[in-house]
């Protein structure tokens, strides 16, 4: 157990619709990243939160969003969703600063139908 | 453009086996993560090797950093079929004020019984 929760764990909706996956980190952790990991595209880096803030943007849709509350859990929000949606969204947190490791959550499994 | 790769993309091999798997990039490194993700699962941390040249033994998996902190390798001895999964490689880069960390598309090994 990494100490990273994520809910929920499956999800299954239609095209078109909006989602809002949630994430908090572990104890002490300040930073959150959300990746996105599909079988053709491997893990791919979203977006990233600092206390608070956003420090780094990956590949991230516009139809995409996050933020990170002040308690430090982050939502992910996926609007107007397509089939190509479909794919495990995890979470990592990590203490920021020094050896950079990331613990990552077991994942919300998004299926698009 | 930032650009980590890992061969072999794929390996199955017979338990008892020795096996190597890399990670290369024209870029240096402040650190370098190893992860293993099992099907369905997050990502699990392994080890950070931080110092070029740097070995770091975790029973019977041996990392190391190669001089130019551009390259890594995983070396396994006597694969275990638990070893099954995709292994991942992460490096952390210096982005202005902080660490950027970018994944590899990672090796996924079968060790067959």
């Known amino acids: 157990d990494s100490g990273v929760t994520q809910t929920p764990k499956h999800l299954i909706t239609a095209t078109g619709q909006r989602v809002t996956l949630r994430c908090s980190p572990r104890s002490g952790d300040l930073s959150v990243y959300w990746y996105q990991q599909s079988l053709d595209q491997g893990l791919q880096f979203l977006i990233q939160?600092?206390?608070?803030?956003?420090?780094a943007k990956g590949n991230i849709l516009e139809r995409f969003s996050a933020q990170q509350f002040p308690d430090l859990h982050s939502e992910l929000n996926l609007s107007s969703l397509e089939l190509g949606d479909s794919a495990l969204y995890f979470c990592?947190?990590?203490?920021?600063?020094?050896?950079?490791?990331?613990?990552f959550g077991p994942g919300t499994r998004l299926t698009v139908l | 453009t930032q650009l980590l790769e890992q061969s072999p993309q794929f390996l199955s091999i017979q338990e008892g086996e020795n096996l190597t798997v890399y990670c290369n990039s024209s870029?240096?490194?402040?650190?370098l993560q190893w992860y293993r993700q099992e099907p369905g699962e997050g990502p699990v941390l392994l080890v950070t090797?931080?110092?070029?040249?740097e070995v770091k033994k975790l029973k019977r998996l041996t990392f190391q950093f190669g001089d130019a902190r551009k390259d890594s390798s995983l070396h396994i001895t006597a694969a275990q079929p638990g070893d099954t999964g995709l292994y991942l490689c992460?490096?952390?880069?210096?982005?202005?004020?902080?660490?950027?960390?970018?994944f590899g598309p990672g090796t996924s090994l079968s060790v067959i019984p």
């Open positions: 992460a490096g952390a880069m210096v982005e202005t004020s902080y660490d950027k960390v970018i």
């Open positions: 990592a947190s990590s203490v920021e600063g020094g050896s950079n490791e990331q613990f």
């Open positions: 090797v931080v110092t070029g040249g």
């Open positions: 939160y600092y206390n608070g803030e956003e420090r």
């Open positions: 870029s240096v490194f402040s650190s």
